[in-house]
């Protein structure tokens, strides 16, 4: 079970903690991104560019945290 939690982390350059923090920045921005994109499909003048914005900005900071 530790294995379960700690070897991608550490494949990463994470601890668990570390991990858990990130990852879930990435679930909430992709949520609020993903509201955003249905309001859009309502309203199409509103959140003109959020969807695309946190795509390229979660993108960017993925491949940067990868170089490390």
Partial sequence: MRRLLTDHPASVGE???QHMVH???F???MIFAGVA???HALIPG???STG???IRRL???MVANRRR
Wanted: net charge neutral.
């Fill in 52 to 54: 695309s914005n946190t």
């Fill in 27 to 29: 679930g909430l921005s």
């Fill in 23 to 25: 990852a879930s920045g």
């Fill in 46 to 48: 509103w959140f003109v």
């Fill in 37 to 39: 994109c249905i309001v």
């Fill in 59 to 61: 993108h960017d900071r």
């Fill in 15 to 17: 601890t668990y903690f």
